[in-house]
């Protein structure tokens, strides 16, 4: 994947950005980090037991806003957050901009794009359990027939596959894990294309969505779900440069 470089922090219409971010790499700013977050993020990364937790927490909302307030043309500190009744973040500000957020282990993703309901994931690979006793609590019966003619070494990538496809799905939805995730079906067998097959509740629904996975590092799957007509992505890494 080709990473683009910006600082022109304006996106077009049917246009997408998605930002990944390397968590790690980023530690030497926590301090730049909180001195942008609100009072509330204060206490909220407080709260985290665990040093790494903590400090995951402050460099993705700080990422977060330093970006939002760069396309918003605004102080980063003066971006305004509501939460909706199942925990989406979104602008509490007169913008047609949205965004989403997701982060794993060491890796962050963050997109933005204009007017259209947008959610993003990305999930870390590297651990293990039953597969099969996940799959027939939260997949569709499309998706458990589809994982299990998978060879059984490749199981577990393709089930992350479809895990990041179907939380960014629910998440642009915002309709959080309450919703039910076997209520609708997503391809699993490639890395390279996403196919939203069916949406149980409303059969024309699925024609309405777009799904896209795209490559982040190895270790990780990532894929954002879109309600619209898309024409382009572009991605960027962020890094100390941009600060």
Request: cysteine-free; charged content about 30%; glycine content about 4%.
């Amino acid at each position: 994947m080709n990473y683009l470089d910006t600082r022109n922090y304006t996106i077009s219409d049917n246009s997408i950005h998605v930002w990944l971010v390397t968590l790690n790499t980023l530690r030497n700013k926590i301090q730049f980090f909180k001195e942008i977050l609100s009072k509330e993020e204060l206490i909220k990364a407080s709260k985290f037991r665990f040093d790494k937790d903590r400090q995951q927490f402050i460099i993705t909302r700080g990422v977060l806003r330093y970006l939002s307030g760069n396309y918003l043309k605004i102080n980063p500190k003066d971006v305004n957050l509501i939460y909706s009744e199942f925990g989406k973040p979104y602008f509490d500000m007169d913008t047609t901009l949205k965004f989403n957020v997701s982060h794993a282990e060491d890796l962050a993703v963050i997109g933005f794009v204009n007017n259209y309901d947008f959610g993003i994931d990305v999930e870390y690979t590297k651990r293990t359990f039953d597969i099969l006793d996940i799959v027939d609590n939260y997949f569709s019966k499309h998706e458990i027939k589809a994982l299990k003619k998978i060879a059984k070494p490749l199981q577990t990538e393709a089930f992350y596959r479809g895990w990041t496809r179907k939380e960014a799905f629910v998440k642009a939805k915002s309709k959080g894990l309450s919703f039910p995730l076997d209520s609708f079906s997503i391809s699993i067998e490639t890395d390279e294309n996403a196919e939203l097959y069916e949406t149980i509740w409303d059969e024309n629904e699925k024609d309405l969505w777009r799904i896209i996975p795209f490559q982040t590092t190895k270790g990780y799957k990532a894929a954002f779900a879109v309600k619209g007509t898309i024409s382009s992505v572009k991605y960027f890494k962020f890094d100390l440069k941009y600060l």
